[in-house]
């Protein structure tokens, strides 16, 4: 069973960047596709971005593409989210989380099939 851990949020400006880490701990990470999601103050917790457990697929919601870039590295149990061009409707509380299913052929974006879910990490942006 895999457990996650979120790094590296903050404080940033409008139009910069912020890496965030997720460390998994557990033999099987690398059969586990990936997932970030954010959730803003009194909204409901949205899809990020998705990884598949290969690293061959990757998913991101609209809002996103082209800013943010999801990675793993499977020898370091580690999934990143690069966040550039960072605008203030970004803000909020990212959370890291592993799919419930082992080497899921798809990427999934709806939470409800992540079964581990880290305590989350905040993002502000600054207009």
């Known amino acids: 069973q895999v457990q996650v851990a979120e790094s590296g949020g903050g404080l940033v400006q409008a139009g910069g960047s912020l890496r965030l880490s997720c460390a998994a701990s557990g033999r099987a990470f690398s059969s586990y596709g990936m997932g970030w999601f954010r959730q803003a103050p009194g909204k409901e917790r949205e899809f990020v971005a998705c990884?598949?457990?290969?690293?061959?697929?990757?998913d991101y919601e609209d809002s996103v593409k082209g800013r943010f870039t999801i990675s793993r590295d499977n020898a370091k149990n580690e999934v990143t989210l690069q966040m550039d061009s960072l605008k203030p409707e970004d803000t909020a509380v990212y959370f890291c989380?592993?799919?419930?299913?082992?080497?899921?052929?798809?990427?999934?974006?709806?939470?409800?099939?992540?079964?581990?879910w880290g305590q989350g990490t905040q993002v502000t942006v600054s207009s």
């Open positions: 990884i598949s457990w290969s690293g061959a697929t990757t």
């Open positions: 989380a592993a799919d419930s299913l082992q080497f899921r052929v798809v990427t999934m974006r709806a939470p409800r099939f992540y079964g581990t």
